[in-house]
């Protein structure tokens, strides 16, 4: 494999008590700051993000650190190898893929001139639009089937220069529409088109179909998302076969129970020469 892994990011376990205790307000614009011409725009509330775990869609939120950090380094290596587009994934369903995409992506957005997309390219459970409480017509799967202006299901979530390509429905089809032509164009017209932009791929998990092996030639790198007391070294092992051929980002440990202290902040400052020791 190319091993493009250096680092392991932790992100903690929220339990239903932390989560109660969050902050009131959301991150979310005005909308008039907002100039979406064509995109659908739409606000949740702040109890919506908090149920949820957006977190850093949440105003002075205590964990939102936890995003930033991972914001700078996941920056910092698309920057470096002047990459544009990352696919979350996981060995198995539940890690926390579509927590982190979103998370991830509020926080990538909230740096200046910093646009981001995030395709729910998970098209047989998609969920990246609950995390936002959006209120989804068409997806992902609708365009990939029918005639529709990809415009007409965009939507922005009430943060700036923040566009989600939701999805809806369930296809059992779903190789064959991630690999189909109309995809291809579709995301090579999103990665060419403003190549500044970031665009974050939420997929479907590793080890439950070819899906994600299959849609791989569109995405420039992936993150894998371990999910703590779940994720087996075994799992790993073959989620890394799978991605051999894929530039690994790196590896979050989601979901962690270990305390917040030095264990956290030592993963963070020591880089890591080898992925876990699988
Ligand atoms: N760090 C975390 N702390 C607590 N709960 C979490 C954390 N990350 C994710 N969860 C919860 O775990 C569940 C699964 O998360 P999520 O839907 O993001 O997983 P997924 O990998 O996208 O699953 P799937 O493969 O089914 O799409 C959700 O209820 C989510 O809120
Ligand atoms: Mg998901």
Same mark, same amino acid.
């Given at each position: 494999?190319?091993?493009?892994?250096? @680092?392991?990011?932790?992100?903690?376990?929220?339990?239903?008590?932390?989560?109660?205790?969050? !902050?009131?307000e959301t991150d979310q614009q005005p909308l008039s700051l907002i100039?979406?011409?064509?995109?659908?725009?739409?606000?949740?509330?702040?109890?919506?993000?908090?149920?949820?775990?957006?977190? *850093?869609?949440? #105003?002075?939120?205590?964990?939102?650190?936890? /995003?930033? &950090?991972?914001?700078?380094?996941?920056?910092?290596?698309?920057?470096?190898?002047? @990459?544009?587009?990352?696919?979350?994934?996981?060995? !198995? $369903?539940?890690?926390?893929?579509? /927590? =982190?995409?979103?998370?991830? $992506?509020? $926080?990538?957005? *909230?740096?200046?001139?910093?646009?981001?997309?995030?395709?729910?390219?998970?098209?047989?459970?998609?969920?990246?639009? @609950?995390?936002?409480? =959006?209120?989804?017509?068409?997806?992902?799967?609708?365009?990939?089937?029918?005639?529709?202006? %990809?415009? !007409?299901?965009?939507?922005?979530?009430?943060?700036?220069?923040?566009?989600? =390509?939701?999805?809806?429905? /369930?296809?059992?089809?779903?190789?064959?529409?991630?690999?189909?032509?109309?995809?291809?164009? %579709?995301?090579?017209? =999103?990665?060419? #088109?403003?190549?500044?932009?970031?665009?974050?791929?939420?997929?479907?998990? %590793?080890?439950?179909?070819?899906?994600?092996?299959?849609? *791989?030639?569109?995405?420039?790198?992936? %993150?894998?998302?371990?999910?703590?007391?779940?994720?087996?070294?075994?799992?790993?092992?073959?989620?890394?076969?799978?991605?051999?051929?894929?530039?690994?980002?790196?590896?979050?440990?989601?979901?962690?129970?270990?305390?917040?202290?030095?264990?956290?902040?030592?993963?963070?400052? &020591?880089?890591?020469?080898?992925?876990?020791?699988?």
């Amino acid at each position: 494999m190319k091993y493009g892994i250096d @680092w392991l990011s932790m992100c903690k376990n929220f339990d239903a008590d932390q989560v109660e205790i969050m !902050s009131q307000e959301t991150d979310q614009q005005p909308l008039s700051l907002i100039q979406y011409t064509h995109t659908k725009v739409t606000r949740t509330t702040p109890d919506i993000l908090r149920q949820r775990r957006t977190i *850093m869609g949440l #105003k002075n939120d205590p964990h939102i650190d936890i /995003f930033r &950090q991972l914001r700078t380094k996941v920056l910092k290596k698309l920057r470096e190898n002047k @990459w544009n587009s990352l696919a979350i994934t996981s060995a !198995s $369903a539940d890690a926390g893929k579509s /927590f =982190l995409t979103a998370n991830l $992506a509020i $926080a990538l957005a *909230m740096e200046v001139n910093q646009t981001v997309l995030v395709v729910d390219a998970d098209l047989r459970n998609p969920n990246v639009g @609950w995390y936002f409480g =959006l209120d989804i017509e068409k997806g992902l799967l609708d365009y990939l089937n029918e005639d529709i202006p %990809l415009s !007409s299901i965009l939507i922005n979530p009430g943060f700036q220069r923040l566009v989600i =390509l939701p999805g809806k429905g /369930f296809t059992t089809h779903s190789s064959e529409l991630l690999s189909s032509p109309k995809m291809v164009t %579709l995301v090579n017209e =999103l990665k060419y #088109k403003y190549d500044s932009r970031i665009i974050l791929f939420d997929t479907p998990p %590793l080890l439950a179909s070819d899906d994600t092996l299959l849609f *791989m030639p569109n995405f420039d790198a992936a %993150l894998l998302i371990v999910e703590d007391g779940k994720t087996t070294a075994q799992d790993i092992r073959r989620s890394l076969q799978i991605l051999e051929e894929t530039e690994l980002m790196g590896i979050v440990l989601n979901k962690s129970r270990e305390r917040m202290g030095d264990a956290y902040y030592a993963a963070y400052s &020591q880089p890591v020469a080898e992925p876990v020791d699988v």
